[in-house]
């Protein structure tokens, strides 16, 4: 399947792109991702987008475009997620004219929604390791040793963006950014409306059964079983919270 997940800060995109590349083996490609993680290194990309990010603004269309099309590979039969791209209306457009030069057109624009008082209560209660970004909540989905990371022992981070302030500010920009963004799909008519509210597992399975009814999965009892031996501790520990 080919998707871009769309939703506010806090939606789950992040939580929900882990999983489908656990479970069903679809690569993903997270645009908040690949700046820490050069912000990290402090790499010339890194400089470039540092003081957008820690301050809660969008990279500048043409960066952030630039970056994407180098990354984006559409050789894999599994298709792919993208987690935080496109933002912007000219964002989507510059995707969808490398996707057609590629003939690989996207499957579908998949829009999670959540109120906003959970969202603010999800992006203030996240924690993020600092070695290999893998996410957590306090409460929601609290690591098993307190502060470490149950993949790697990395030290738990607050991310910067993630203080009030800046949250209240990437949730503003997110109203002004997003009805231009979902018009534009509306229009294209491949956008589809995920009541992102609930457990991670809840929401993987609402997402799962959209893309089994529009046939966007390859094979995926096959993959669903095969990967389920396969887990990661997170995945692991996300389904013991969910059959809990
Ligand atoms: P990015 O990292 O993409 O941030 P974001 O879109 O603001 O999204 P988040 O990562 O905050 O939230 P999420 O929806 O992924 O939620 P998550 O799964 O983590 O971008 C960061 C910055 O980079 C931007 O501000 C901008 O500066 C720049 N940038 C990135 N892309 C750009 C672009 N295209 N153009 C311009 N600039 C760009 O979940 C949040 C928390 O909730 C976690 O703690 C998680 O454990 C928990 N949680 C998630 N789902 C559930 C659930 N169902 N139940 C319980 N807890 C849950």
């Given at each position: 399947m080919r998707i871009v997940l769309l939703g506010p800060p806090g939606a789950g995109k992040g939580s929900l792109a882990s999983l489908y590349h656990q479970r069903l083996g679809v690569p993903h490609l997270s645009t908040g991702e690949i700046f820490r993680h050069e912000i990290a290194r402090d790499s010339r990309l890194g400089q470039r987008v540092k003081r957008y990010v820690t301050n809660g603004r969008?990279?500048?269309?043409?960066?952030?475009?630039?970056?994407?099309?180098?990354?984006?590979?559409?050789?894999?039969?599994?298709?792919?997620?993208?987690?935080?791209?496109?933002?912007?209306?000219?964002?989507?457009?510059?995707?969808?004219?490398?996707?057609?030069?590629?003939?690989?057109?996207?499957?579908g624009a998949v829009y999670l929604t959540s109120p906003e008082s959970l969202l603010v209560q999800r992006l203030s209660g996240r924690r993020v390791c600092e070695r290999c970004g893998e996410n957590y909540h306090v409460r929601?989905?609290?690591?098993?040793?307190?502060?470490?990371?149950?993949?790697?022992?990395?030290?738990?981070?607050?991310?910067?963006?993630?203080?009030?302030?800046?949250?209240?500010?990437?949730?503003?920009?997110?109203?002004?950014?997003?009805?231009?963004?979902?018009?534009y799909y509306k229009r294209r008519g491949i956008l589809y409306r995920?009541?992102?509210?609930?457990?991670?597992?809840?929401?993987?399975?609402?997402?799962?059964?959209?893309?089994?009814?529009?046939?966007?999965?390859?094979?995926?009892?096959?993959?669903?079983?095969?990967?389920?031996?396969q887990r990661s501790p997170r995945s692991r520990r996300i389904s013991r919270i969910a059959a809990a």
């Open positions: 969008l990279v500048p269309d043409a960066l952030v475009v630039e970056v994407m099309a180098s990354r984006l590979t559409t050789g894999s039969r599994r298709g792919f997620v993208l987690d935080g791209f496109p933002r912007t209306r000219e964002q989507a457009d510059r995707l969808d004219r490398v996707l057609e030069h590629r003939r690989q057109p996207l499957d929601r989905m609290p690591p098993k040793r307190p502060g470490r990371c149950d993949r790697c022992r990395g030290r738990l981070i607050t991310r910067k963006d993630d203080e009030p302030a800046t949250i209240r500010k990437r949730l503003a920009i997110d109203h002004r950014t997003a009805t231009p963004l979902l018009h995920v009541n992102g509210s609930g457990h991670v597992n809840t929401v993987f399975v609402r997402t799962l059964k959209l893309f089994r009814r529009n046939g966007w999965l390859h094979d995926p009892t096959t993959s669903l079983s095969r990967r389920r031996n």
